[in-house]
């Protein structure tokens, strides 16, 4: 009789700690907001050379699904805004590497940091929200002129 309520013990630990295995596997982990690599910014971006009248040509030509919603989502905000976008996407690709990782950094762990983002949600949409348009224009962009403000001038 003893042995049967030690089996009993040793059973029910084992069911516990099997439970308890599969509760913790399939327990999603808590996000952490860091600036790794390629969150919030890719690092493509973070390392690029080239201007934003560059970047936006390839991104142009290589997504141009992408940069038509852009575009389109461009021109639909007031002419105040959409100054304010273009001078804000310029000061960011004037900085140098460690200061973009900053910026990154700072936009990842301060959702009130980026106060262009208060005015348009997606002001930055075409540079930083996707890795595969990022890699693709970024692998080309020094392919386009430097200075090529008709990006800027897109019509339905």
């Not at 700690?17 to 971006?45: C, E, F, H, K």
């Not at 900085?95 to 005015?119: C, F, G, H, I, W």
Request: hydrophobic fraction near 40%.
């Amino acid at each position: 009789m003893f042995n049967l309520k030690r089996s009993k013990l040793w059973l029910r630990a084992g069911v516990g700690a099997l439970a308890t295995g599969a509760v913790l596997a399939t327990t999603p982990a808590l996000a952490a907001a860091d600036s790794t690599d390629n969150y919030p910014i890719p690092n493509r971006m973070l390392k690029t050379t080239c201007t934003v009248d560059q970047y936006m040509a390839a991104a142009r030509d290589t997504s141009p699904v992408y940069y038509e919603r852009y575009m389109i989502d461009y021109n639909n905000r007031p002419a105040d805004v959409q100054q304010g976008a273009r001078d804000r996407i310029s000061w960011f690709f004037s900085l140098d590497y460690p200061a973009r990782r900053q910026y990154s950094e700072n936009t990842a762990t301060n959702v009130y940091y980026e106060q262009m983002a208060t005015r348009w949600g997606n002001w930055a949409k075409l540079f930083f929200n996707n890795k595969g348009v990022v890699a693709h224009a970024t692998d080309v962009c020094n392919e386009y002129p430097v200075s090529d403000p008709s990006v800027w001038t897109w019509m339905l």
